[in-house]
């Protein structure tokens, strides 16, 4: 083994010393939050006589009913400091409000032809005024890039 780890033995001893104090400060917080609990609930003010600069802690406090503190909280979330959006958040704002995306255009998109429109664009019948006329039995060479319609 290096020097640099600790031996297996070395270290265990040293860990089995080290658990007494850890199970000790684990009890004292254990003691602090039931201490905490049994304290009564704080005196708390009226929820209409609250503004935005009232102290909202005391609603914060374990004993106090969840419907007390869900009135309280919706009493300072109320005030446009926090209900007004913040302009320059990218996601506070509505965008479903915008304009859609015209019919031509979107006939135009690639992706939009194979998951939107059911019906396949139809074809010109009419050949090229170039192409030459096919003769009975004579068959037509396959064209690199080109689909059979």
Not at 33 to 48: D, G, M, N, R
Not at 70 to 84: C, E, I, M, N
């Amino acid at each position: 083994m290096g020097d640099e780890k600790e031996a297996f033995l070395s270290r265990w001893s040293r860990l089995k010393r080290e658990a007494p104090e850890k199970a000790l400060e684990h009890k004292q917080a254990l003691e602090e939050k039931k201490a905490a609990e049994a304290q009564p609930a704080p005196a708390l003010p009226a929820v209409e006589s609250l503004t935005p600069q009232s102290e909202f802690a005391g609603f914060m406090h374990p004993k106090v009913e969840d419907k007390l503190r869900r009135v309280a909280l919706k009493k300072l979330f109320s005030d446009p400091h926090f209900s007004t959006p913040d302009p320059f958040e990218p996601f506070s704002g509505d965008w479903t409000t915008g304009e859609t995306i015209a019919p031509e255009l979107l006939a135009q998109l690639n992706q939009a032809r194979t998951l939107i429109f059911t019906e396949p664009e139809k074809m010109p019948d009419a050949q090229p005024a170039d192409a030459e006329p096919q003769q009975e039995g004579e068959s037509k060479q396959d064209e690199p890039r080109r689909q059979d319609a």
